[in-house]
């Protein structure tokens, strides 16, 4: 089944203890990205990345940082996380970059920092 | 980075009726999306529409785009309980860093009453 991939689904956790959250997809897709989502402000793009060791920064990169050593992982990484991260974040992948194509979403990953 | 916005914010409707969302949005596109979703869920992409594209359908939905007044509408026809929900809409900007990334509205919450 096609699917994008997200580990936790729910994390709370202290203020500055690193944390990583996975997202994987099994569909060969070079497009991968992340969003938070917060009341009121929508969904807001975090990191992208266009391929395989290609990153760039969203438009609320602050506090963030991610990788893509192979095609099908992007790790959200939070070095040192704190209160004002606290949201519902979501992965997703597409064939190719931009909106020429569908997203798929992960089911999402919930984390309050304490 | 431009955003769509939705109109309405919130919008509740009996069972059978039609519901239509409205998006608005600041500058060019390539494309334009509408996305569902289920609360506290992952996005479900709906449909694409292309720029040079006025209109198009998918089962009970259908999308309009109108590219001089840079916006797009979503209906909903013969509603069902199982419609609600939110939607969003994404815009693929055109040129630049706007070129590579799907941004999306704050969402209209769609309630249908059975």
């Known amino acids: 089944e096609a699917q994008v991939t997200q580990n936790p689904r729910y994390l709370i956790t202290v203020t500055g203890k690193k944390l990583t959250v996975t997202c994987s997809q099994n569909?060969?897709?070079?497009?991968m990205s992340w969003y938070r989502q917060d009341p009121g402000l929508g969904l807001r793009q975090i990191y992208y990345?266009?391929?395989?060791?290609?990153?760039d920064k969203g438009d609320v990169p602050e506090g963030y940082k991610v990788s893509r050593k192979e095609k099908r992982n992007f790790p959200l990484i939070l070095e040192s996380p704190s209160p004002n991260q606290t949201s519902l974040y979501f992965c997703?992948?597409?064939?190719?970059?931009?909106?020429?194509?569908?997203?798929?979403f992960g089911d999402g990953t919930r984390l309050s920092i304490l | 980075s431009q955003q769509g916005e939705e109109d309405p914010q919130a919008l509740s409707i009996q069972e059978g009726e039609n519901a239509t969302m409205n998006c608005s949005y600041k500058?060019?596109?390539?494309?334009l999306q509408w996305y569902r979703q289920n609360s506290g869920r992952g996005l479900v992409h709906l449909i694409l529409?292309?720029?040079?594209?006025r209109e198009k359908h998918s089962g009970r939905l259908r999308v309009t785009l109108d590219t001089s007044k840079k916006s797009s509408s979503l209906l909903i026809t013969a509603s069902r309980a199982a419609d609600t929900a939110s939607y969003f809409c994404?815009?693929?900007?055109?040129?630049?860093?706007?070129?590579?990334?799907?941004?999306f509205g704050k969402g209209t919450k769609l309630s249908v009453i059975p």
């Open positions: 994404a815009t693929e900007g055109v040129g630049g860093a706007g070129s590579y990334q799907l941004t």
């Open positions: 500058t060019s596109i390539n494309n």
């Open positions: 997703a992948s597409s064939l190719i970059g931009g909106g020429a194509q569908p997203q798929h």
């Open positions: 569909m060969n897709h070079e497009y």
């Open positions: 529409i292309r720029s040079n594209e």
């Open positions: 990345s266009m391929n395989v060791e290609v990153t």
